[in-house]
């Protein structure tokens, strides 16, 4: 059976983009493939958040996985940072990982942008600590979104350098997936490309949000004076509305505000309130449930400790051929 690995920061509650992007398939895979899905704690202090903070939101994100229904018999939810397996691998892939090729990474280069007084050496090396957690349990398949694709890239030339220097077919080639085939990208509602938590406070739609908040958050989203001529092509703001638009609505609403678009009549106004409708219903049933998860903490704790046995369980298996491959003791 195929062993597939993913994770999402604690930086904040789940959004559209994390499930659309991520959870979705998640779902689907738990239910045909060995998965581990974990929180990436570690990487969350790339960005340094407080210590308070961090345990808090680790048990909100996993609250989260559980209440959208990753089932902790069916795969492994566990947290990052407790196997010592993977800090161990970070160590020894990051003697074989190039600065230059590091520097060259894209996140990399937009994190420098955003956080200049920050730059420290774990973001240099996300993708190390990223490529170890994908290699660690010797993944086929990653499901994450389109913005993953080029830590992916780097993973498979970190494994492949690794065959190549101690055992050629040790780490199998992981590759992203998506069960649609095309990888997804959620945009946000403030016209910036991708809906994020770390995006302005109007971007992203978030799991739990309540329906007074998704309304004003889509009634404020940016759209432009409308279209002069039929059968123009859409600006982008106005593509990613009607992108959100088919996640959650029903194929016939989209093709009546396409054929208003179409014919010049459309009110934007009447196409968000539509998408607000549409959000809310389908968020509400996963808001409630995150509530009800969220509040038993003990059960979350009994989570975390199971998938903590069973994520040690397969990556003490990797590492303990990885230190014999390298020469250390046992
Ligand atoms: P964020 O971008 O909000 O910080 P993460 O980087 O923690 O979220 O993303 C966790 C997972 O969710 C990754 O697999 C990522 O590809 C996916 N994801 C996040 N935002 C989007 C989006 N807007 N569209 C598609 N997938 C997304
Ligand atoms: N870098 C991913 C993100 O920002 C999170 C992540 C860390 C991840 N390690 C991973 C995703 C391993 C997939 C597999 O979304």
Redo the contacts with the bound molecule.
């Keep these: 059976m195929e062993t597939v690995v993913?994770?999402?920061?604690p930086?904040?509650r789940l959004?559209?983009?994390?499930y659309?992007?991520?959870?979705k398939n998640f779902l689907q895979m738990q239910e045909t493939h060995n998965c581990f899905f974990f929180i990436?704690d570690y990487h969350s202090l790339t960005t340094h958040p407080n210590p308070g903070d961090l345990r808090a939101s680790v048990r909100k994100v996993l609250s989260e996985y559980l209440a959208c229904g990753l089932d902790p018999d069916k795969c492994t939810l566990y947290v990052q940072s407790d196997l010592p397996e993977t800090a161990e691998l970070y160590l020894l892939l990051n003697m074989h990982a190039y600065a230059g090729e590091l520097e060259r990474s894209t996140t990399f280069k937009e994190k420098i942008r955003k956080q200049p007084d920050n730059i420290n050496a774990g973001l240099l090396t996300y993708p190390v600590l990223m490529a170890s957690d994908i290699l660690i349990h010797r993944a086929d398949k990653v499901?994450?979104?389109?913005?993953?694709e080029q830590h992916l890239e780097m993973t498979r030339t970190f494994g492949n350098r690794f065959n190549r220097m101690y055992r050629e077919g040790f780490f199998p080639e992981p590759v992203a997936f998506n069960f649609g085939k095309k990888?997804?990208?959620?945009?946000?509602l403030d016209g910036s490309g991708?809906?994020?938590?770390?995006?302005g406070a109007g971007n992203?739609i978030f799991l739990s949000e309540d329906d007074a908040s998704v309304k004003k958050k889509v009634m404020r989203a940016v759209t432009d004076a409308g279209p002069e001529k039929p059968n123009q092509e859409k600006p982008e703001v106005i593509e990613n509305l009607f992108t959100l638009l088919k996640l959650v609505s029903t194929e016939e609403t989209v093709k009546h505000f396409d054929d208003k678009y179409n014919d010049c009549s459309i009110r934007y106004g009447d196409m968000k309130k539509q998408l607000a409708e549409d959000m809310i219903r389908f968020i509400r049933p996963l808001s409630e449930q995150i509530r009800d998860t969220a509040a038993d903490i003990k059960h979350i704790d009994r989570v975390i400790d199971l998938g903590r046995e069973k994520a040690r369980e397969s990556a003490g298996k990797t590492m303990q051929e990885v230190r014999s491959l390298l020469g250390f003791r046992p």
């Design positions: 993913s994770g999402i920061r930086t904040g959004h559209l983009g994390n659309f992007g991520a959870m990436a499901p994450v979104g389109k913005d993953q990888l997804v990208k959620v945009p946000g991708k809906m994020g938590k770390s995006e992203a």
